[in-house]
């Protein structure tokens, strides 16, 4: 069955291809605006010989990896630290619905004016996006903690530093994963959609350059590796997620009884 | 009584606490990019006109609502039928998963080659964005239609429309509200950055131009005003979220109870 759907689905993919060769081919959108597959191809080919694209690669890869880093570990330090405190998750919980949703992109203009097109004005934005993912999910993952565990652990005398460490990270560590699975993905695009509008150093800038000037097939090809990208980066967070949690039921699956 | 002012006091107390530190901290503030709250808030009511709600927020507004529906019926439609024929979603499965990987903003240069910088421009690009989450969460959730209630539906004859509307569409929405939040945020970033690029008009186009015009205190304000819409947006989608899975909390509240 396996084989089959993935049989299946390359198919699937070829037809795609195959669908974005011909339909240029055949004059049914201008070439000029949707080149066919292999120019697109070619000037992948072209990119990959380029050592300023892997220069902006790394770029990118520096700006997401970054932010990523420290919006995960603040994500998950404020998290535990606002749901182990008495009264602060109540206290915390009107401003977090506030700021969460502010779009990101709001803060272009400020992080403009403030870095230029430096580094930090990236990680400014990715890591304002992605922080939100991970304390999201480290306040549920805490939520879920079973209270009679909590319990067990007082009664055996554990101190607040023990119960963390083996009481409520076990139970929160799954929706840590899935937050910083989501906050790598929202990473990607803070990272990407700021050097394209900001203009600071990275893929993003090269597709804003590409754009401006009529290199189409070399946009199409940069737009290509941007979505390459992400999905090693969604199949990559899947992996250290099965990895993390390999001993969790969600993972194990159901142990028939 | 005195539960639900403590609420309140909870609710209150640390925005109030960081509002005021903002103040007192950017009081005395000479430095151009961090102007003092009481300018922004000074500034508010002069940049923020209804001939400006009108002018700009209004049509920011409109595009987001055309593109983020058109994404939503778009997105369930397809996703019913590729969750519902397990060879089609076989076939579309690595396809759809590149589409949605491609990050949505870079999606506003290929448009605008298509559509040219117009409203139709904005809207598309808002819809090409939010489709993805919408489609897949709606193929995951049509997918994992409970198989006993499947053949229950089936034994007693129910087909077609009727099937889709109360069995599949209606076990699978926890997970199409799923898709449909993920997708408000991507096409707020979307309706910003497509305003940015190339507009007359719209909230992004004018946070821009303060931006420009080193018009600190506007840009501030501009900042407020996206931070407000970005948080009306999402009241507004739990209050029509509860109602319309109010029966989905329910039942799971009632299984937690007697587990």
């Known amino acids: 069955m396996r084989g089959v759907n993935a049989a299946l689905g390359a198919a699937g993919l070829a037809a795609f291809l195959a669908l974005g060769e011909a339909v240029p081919r055949l004059g049914l959108v201008e070439e000029t605006y949707f080149p066919p597959t292999s120019r697109i191809a070619e000037a992948l080919a072209d990119e990959t010989g380029d050592s300023a694209f892997w220069t902006a690669l790394g770029d990118t890869l520096t700006g997401w990896a970054l932010g990523l880093a420290i919006a995960s570990c603040a994500g998950i330090v404020v998290g535990v630290l606002i749901s182990v405190v008495p009264y602060l998750r109540a206290a915390t919980a009107s401003t977090i619905e506030f700021l969460r949703p502010i779009p990101s992109v709001a803060l272009i203009p400020l992080a403009v004016l403030l870095y230029g097109t430096e580094l930090r004005s990236v990680l400014l934005l990715v890591v304002y996006a992605s922080f939100w993912q991970v304390l999201i999910q480290v306040l549920y993952g805490v939520q879920d903690v079973d209270p009679v565990a909590d319990e067990t652990a007082r009664s055996y005398g554990l101190g607040t530093w023990a119960r963390i460490r083996h009481v409520l990270w076990p139970t929160a560590l799954p929706y840590v994963m899935t937050g910083v699975r989501l906050a790598a993905a929202v990473a990607l695009i803070l990272a990407i959609t700021s050097e394209l509008v900001i203009g600071a150093p990275g893929l993003g800038k090269r597709i804003g350059v590409a754009q401006t000037s009529q290199a189409v097939p070399e946009m199409y090809a940069l737009i290509v590796v941007t979505g390459l990208l992400g999905l090693l980066i969604n199949v990559g967070a899947r992996t250290v997620e099965r990895r993390a949690l390999a001993w969790h039921q969600s993972v194990r699956g159901e142990v028939a009884v | ?259």
């Not at chain 2, 006091?9 to 901290?25: E, G």
């Not at chain 2, 090409?128 to 004859?157: F, H, I, K």
């Open chain 2, 1 to 259: 009584m005195r539960g639900l002012l403590l609420r309140l006091v909870f609710a209150v107390a640390l925005p109030a606490l960081l509002v005021t530190v903002w103040w007192v901290a950017s009081a005395g503030s000479t430095d151009v990019y961090w102007p003092p709250l009481r300018t922004i808030l000074a500034a508010f009511p002069d940049v923020w006109t209804a001939q400006r709600l009108r002018s700009d927020v209004l049509p920011s507004v409109l595009r987001l609502a055309g593109g983020y529906a058109l994404a939503a019926a778009l997105g369930v439609a397809l996703g019913t039928v590729i969750g519902s024929y397990p060879r089609v979603r076989a076939v579309c499965e690595p396809v759809l998963e590149f589409l949605r990987a491609v990050p949505p903003p870079v999606l506003v240069p290929v448009i605008m080659l298509f559509a040219g910088i117009g409203d139709t421009m904005k809207v598309m690009v808002i819809a090409a964005g939010c489709v993805w989450p919408v489609l897949l969460n709606t193929v995951e959730g049509v997918r994992a239609v409970d198989p006993v209630m499947a053949e229950t539906a089936r034994s007693y004859g129910i087909t077609g429309v009727a099937r889709l509307r109360n069995l599949v569409l209606r076990s699978a929405s926890p997970q199409i509200f799923a898709g449909l939040r993920q997708a408000l945020s991507i096409g707020i970033i979307l309706m910003v950055i497509s305003e940015m690029f190339a507009a007359s008009n719209g909230l992004g186009f004018t946070i821009v131009q303060f931006q420009r015009g080193f018009a600190i205190p506007d840009m501030w304000t501009g900042i407020l005003v996206l931070g407000l819409l970005g948080f009306l947006l999402s009241v507004v989608f739990r209050s029509v979220e509860r109602r319309a899975l109010g029966w989905y909390h329910g039942l799971r509240a009632s299984a937690r109870r007697s587990p």
